[in-house]
Structures are given as C-alpha cells and as structure tokens.
C-alpha cells in the first residue's frame, strides 16, 4: 500500500536526534501547547521531498488515515500533499480539499503545520468567495482554528486585500495565547509591508492596549524611531 511505502521512507529519513530536539521545539511537555505529540526527526526538505514524490498516487481515503498520525511530521506531510494536490485540483476537486481541510483541523494542531497549509488551502479557496468561516474559526475554542482563521488572511494580504486581516485581528486582540499575538502581529507586519499606512491606522487605535508581542511582531520591519514611538507607551 502506498500508506506503508510512505511510512518506510518517512522512517528511513528519521533523525532521533533532531526528534529529541523536537519536544522542546514545540512545547510538547505536560500543559504546553503540544502536549504529548511526537516526532520521528525529519527535516522540513525532506518532508517537502517526500510530498512531491507521493502525492499523485494519494487519494482523501489514504490522506485520511495518514493526518491522524501519532507523528508530527507524517501529519506535516499530509498537509505538503493537500497543497500540492489543490495547486493542480478543478473547482469540484478544489472544494473537496479545503472541506477535507476543514473537517481534519484537530489534526493539524501546532503552529507550523497551520502555517504551512492554512492559507494555501483555506485562503486560496476562499479568494473569490464568502469569508465569514473565518470569523467563526477566530471565535473557536480551539487555538489551531483561531490560528488558521488569521494565517488564512495572509493569501489576501499578499494580493493587497486588507480587510478580513483587520477585521479577525480585531477579533483576536484580546486573545490569551501567545501563538495568536504571534500570528496577529506577523500579519499586521505583512500588511505594514505593503501599505503602512493601512498598518498604522490600525495600530494607533489598538497600540495602547495590544499584547507587547503582537506590537512587537507589528512593528519589527519600522524605522527605530518609529518603533520607539509604539513601545514607549
């Protein structure tokens, strides 16, 4: 099965000193945020490799059954093959990949592995359509869909649409995770990136009271000065 040739090539890029490094990595100890999960140490390339060389042969039902892995990167993969698989998709095909996408995100539970999919899938879907399941997603309970609901605006953001980043950042600004000042602060950055005024309107209004984190993130490509003039409130 192509499950198990999957799995043994996996294996065979296995590093236990990279997995051991893992755990500290992302916060795998007893009430982190990635409590319990587990990793077999293989490098992000090589991951990237593995996608290329199998995803044409993977259907949903292998997907399925590979994104609920014990292991981090076996689940990373899948996500490197959803990706993959909806850049060539149709219409119909790319629907069925981003509801798959959907419908799996309790798997898809640690930062990179919504960052390296959520806005390649869930935004490139969304594009020419309704967006408001990512106001639902910045209102979930579950850290990963809040996550994803702020990543996913990065695919507008790098075609210059605002809006839905500013608006979910609004949503998020009194989140209690630092993952999420992380990924509202990187967003706000890419938005500065390419209109910083756009950037600016929103900071003003919110700088006094935002997470330090989520300002600082905000503000990292500023000029010193200005900079200055956000952190010292």
Not at 43 to 50: G, Q, T
Request: aromatic share 14%; charged share 35%.
């Amino acid at each position: 099965m192509i499950i198990d040739d999957i799995k043994k090539e996996i294996k065979k890029q296995a590093d236990p000193k990279r997995a051991k490094n893992s755990l500290w990595f992302f916060k795998t100890g007893k009430g982190e945020y990635g409590e319990g999960d587990k990793f077999l140490g293989v490098s992000n390339p090589k991951m990237r490799k593995i996608a290329k060389d199998f995803f044409i042969d993977l259907e949903l039902t292998d997907i399925d059954k590979l994104i609920k892995s014990k292991f981090h990167e076996e689940r990373q993969i899948v996500l490197f093959v959803l990706t993959l698989k909806f850049n060539k998709a149709n219409p119909n095909e790319r629907y069925a990949i981003y509801d798959f996408y959907l419908k799996h995100t309790k798997y898809i539970n640690n930062w990179d592995l919504v960052d390296c999919s959520a806005y390649k899938i869930v935004g490139a879907y969304l594009n020419d359509k309704d967006r408001k399941i990512l106001y639902k997603l910045a209102r979930s309970k579950s850290l990963w869909e809040r996550r994803i609901a702020i990543i996913s605006c990065f695919y507008f953001i790098a075609q210059k649409q605002f809006k839905d980043a500013l608006v979910i950042a609004e949503i998020l600004i009194n989140d209690k995770h630092d993952l999420i000042h992380k990924a509202v602060g990187w967003m706000l950055r890419e938005i500065g990136k390419r209109n910083q005024k756009t950037e600016e309107i929103f900071l003003k209004k919110h700088y006094i009271t935002m997470p330090r984190t989520m300002l600082r993130y905000a503000i990292e490509k500023f000029d010193n000065k200005k900079r200055k003039f956000y952190l010292n409130k």
